[in-house]
């Protein structure tokens, strides 16, 4: 009996172990680098599955114009050479990764130390509010420098939100360099959905759709998407559409987190609830290409993928982006003050791995493993968007094509903006170019989601588990009979059992 | 140094310290903390206290409740039938039902989800029969087999005594075999229900978004509330070992059912 109970004991305490053990491991590291001070160790913490890998086989290289791509090494092998080739110190990258955001920050919590980390924007204003981070040196701004790869291929576009959006007067520029980036919107079948359901973030309540349309598990997405519906015809409103301060406005609505507004939020989610297929946490992807819902609130990067295995079966799925608003994500390299602080040399090392990796070939590796955009246009090197021309720009036969400009994000300031210019087949421009590089009213509509302080933090969760928990006010009588009934019947069990250990008693 | 036998027990004794007890103490320490680090009871109360949270304990409560009378009512005629058969190659029958066991527990939810769907139609009009469906799928082997070692132990001129004596079949099924095979039926219940209150993943891949204990302690660490996601474990715990104190017994019988998993 002891062996059972010690059984269930150790199920329950799992992570808590798992927990120590990794405040453990984070220790021996430190110890081992003591040792051996000539090598730089550079500890990265990086999304599951967010960086190539290599190991392409040959007919899976890239030709484009300029030259042509294959990732035959891991991106973290070629870096440990390419660094010693350049700077002639030895590298050694310890790369980890991470679930969630969230999973991320208890880890450096308990005590796990890592020296560059990949979050999510709110992740790192939330670190940056914390005083967590290393601001990235000038060194790396300096775009004399020709292996500067980040500075000096960085999109204009991403540059400019770096440089201006920031929290307590510190822009994230400052500490952050962009690796992919993104918007919110609903993959769908054509064949069932209109683009104009699609088109508003109300389509989660439509009981026309009920249990046909599946939402992100996450709190943030749920929240803004929320908000977006809640808020759908002021939004939409040609007045406030054309208000001058529209984009600051779209801001402070979609970032509201007054109390009326989270109890608004949690009645209107509570309807979704019982209106949409599930939150997946990601069966979303599989669950439109077998036809399970017929449209799903996913990020672009996986609205890309979902599209593109959908292809595969010859299903034809479209992403669109709702009117109301949308919110623009990113993830940012950034430096984490705890590992960066032992050692300056690390520092060196960490940004020398962000520049590696927005080197355009390379961030063309990483783009087509993951499948997310990076946030690079490559600056003077047109290999970015001959990349993106490549994937999605029409045949020369293809009869029904329409331009697609991304000016706002290749063009550097001076520039001719007719040319970055892709001619796409028509349909694209509701697929996966659409995804991958949201065209310019997409973007005009976009806003970035704050990170919650702790209060609201707090509060949002409370929320968050009023919508997904059973409330105890709605069992039904016969749940009360049920409890009744099992609890007696481990009663009369009970009771059995006395009465055996009695009688065994008496016998001694 | 003198070598004993207890010595082989030391590998047991540091892996329980390090990992069950120390934890243990941690979740403790976490429990009955604030984020400053005082002690409070706050966390406790807010437990008791929300109706959020007790709903959802009676939620994982009802489906494990349902699932192990399920999982009961599907398992004893088959452990009862094959331990009573004279068929020469038992084991290869109950190594049948074990089977699903080998295979990758995702994998087995994953098709079942396919098969739900082609009966059901739409998975998520139903979630609380999926999730009994997906639970008792995945637990029934844990009932069987305690209940199949425990009948097929009873010895059986006890059962032709009682006919000898003059009682028919179900009489004798009623007055000898049943109250025979009570230890059998507790263990596996045991095993069957403690796992059912928790393994919210079933329900999340059967699609049903409503959040079981498991669930809602994962979101109270998503929200950086390790404290009151702790208490909650806690107050699992207690409730576990409490059952386990209630029902503990026929562990000898667990043991050699267990082997063959």
Request: negative net charge; contains cysteine.
């Amino acid at each position: 009996m002891r062996n059972l109970w010690i059984d269930r004991v150790l199920t329950l305490s799992l992570a808590a172990g798992i927990l120590l053990t990794s405040a453990a491991s984070g220790r021996t590291v430190l110890a081992e680098e003591d040792d051996r001070p000539e090598k730089v160790v550079l500890r990265v913490c990086n999304w599951e599955e967010y960086i190539d890998l290599g190991d392409w086989d040959e007919e899976e290289t890239i030709e484009l114009p300029s030259a042509d791509i294959i990732g035959e090494n891991s991106m973290i092998q070629d870096f440990e050479e390419w660094y010693y080739d350049t700077y002639g110190i030895e590298v050694e990258v310890e790369y980890s990764t991470f679930g969630s955001n969230e999973d991320l920050y208890n880890t450096l919590t308990l005590g796990d130390v890592y020296d560059l980390i990949c979050p999510s924007e709110y992740m790192i204003m939330k670190l940056m509010e914390e005083k967590q981070l290393v601001p990235l040196s000038e060194e790396f701004f300096d775009t004399e420098d020709e292996n500067n790869y980040y500075s000096r291929g960085v999109s204009p576009f991403i540059k400019n939100i770096f440089d201006t959006k920031g929290i307590d007067g510190e822009m994230w520029g400052k500490y952050a360099a962009g690796y992919m980036w993104g918007v919110t919107g609903f993959v769908y079948n054509p064949e069932e959905v209109t683009q104009e359901q699609a088109s508003s973030w109300k389509l989660l309540s439509d009981p026309d759709f009920k249990r046909r349309v599946t939402v992100k598990d996450s709190v943030r997405e749920c929240y803004f998407a929320a908000v977006g519906a809640l808020k759908s015809d002021l939004l939409t409103s040609e007045e406030f559409k054309n208000a001058p301060d529209y984009a600051q406005r779209l801001e402070e609505e979609m970032n509201d987190t007054s109390p009326g507004m989270i109890a608004q939020v949690q009645e209107y989610l509570k309807t979704v609830k019982d209106n949409v297929y599930s939150f997946e946490s990601d069966a979303g992807k599989a669950d439109m290409i077998t036809g399970k819902v017929v449209a799903n609130y996913q990020w672009s990067g996986d609205g890309v993928y979902t599209m593109d295995q959908a292809d595969e079966d010859d299903l034809e799925l479209a992403f669109t982006v709702p009117l109301e608003s949308t919110d623009i994500y990113f993830d940012g390299w950034v430096l984490y003050k705890k590992g960066i602080e032992e050692d300056p040399a690390k520092q060196h090392a960490a940004e020398a791995f962000i520049n590696f990796n927005s080197r355009p070939d390379n961030a063309i590796r990483n783009m087509y493993y993951i499948g997310y955009t990076s946030v690079l246009s490559g600056g003077d090197d047109p290999l970015i968007f001959e990349y993106a021309d490549y994937n999605y720009g029409a045949e020369e036969d293809e009869e029904d094509t329409e331009d697609y400009d991304l000016s706002y994000f290749f063009a550097e300031d001076g520039e001719e903006s007719g040319e970055y210019v892709i001619t796409a087949p028509a349909d694209q421009v509701n697929r996966q170019l659409s995804a991958a590089y949201p065209p310019e009213d997409v973007i005009g509509r976009s806003c970035i989601m704050t990170h919650f302080d702790e209060q609201q933090t707090a509060q949002i969760n409370r929320m968050w588990i009023n919508i997904r928990c059973m409330s105890i006010d709605k069992v039904p009588v016969w749940g009360w009979i049920l409890t009744a009934a099992a609890l007696a019947g481990m009663g009369v069990m009970m009771g059995k059992r006395i009465r055996m250990m009695r009688r065994i008693k008496k016998k001694h | 140094m003198h070598f004993s036998r207890k010595s082989l027990g030391i590998p047991y004794a540091v892996f329980l310290i390090a990992f069950v007890l120390a934890p243990l103490l941690v979740l403790a320490f976490y429990a009955f903390t604030n984020g400053q680090g005082q002690f409070t009871m706050a966390n406790l109360h807010s437990f008791f206290g929300d109706p959020n949270t007790l709903g959802t304990l009676f939620y994982s409560f009802a489906i494990a409740c349902v699932t192990t009378i399920v999982c009961l009512l599907l398992a004893y005629p088959v452990a009862y039938f094959l331990a009573m058969s004279r068929i020469a190659n038992k084991t290869v029958v109950l190594m049948l039902f074990v089977m699903p066991m080998w295979i990758n527990f995702s994998l087995r939810i994953t098709a079942l989800k396919e098969i739900l769907t082609v009966i059901e139609g739409n998975l998520a009009m139903y979630p609380f029969l999926n999730a009994v469906i997906g639970m008792t799928y995945d637990f029934l082997p844990f009932m069987i087999l305690p209940l199949y070692t425990t009948i097929s132990k009873i010895d059986g001129n006890l059962r032709e005594a009682a006919m000898d004596l003059g009682a028919d079949n179900m009489r004798t099924f009623l007055q000898v075999t049943l109250p025979l095979s009570i230890p059998g039926i507790v263990s596996g219940v045991s095993m069957v229900f403690l796992p059912a209150m928790t393994n919210y993943v079933v329900l999340d891949m059967l699609y049903n978004s409503t959040y079981i204990m498991g669930s809602l302690i994962g979101s109270y660490f998503a929200a950086y509330n390790w404290h009151g996601g702790s208490m909650i474990s806690l107050i699992l715990l207690a409730l576990i070992c409490i059952f386990t104190l209630l029902t503990g017994s026929g562990e000898e019988e667990t043991a050699r059912g267990g082997a063959m998993l």
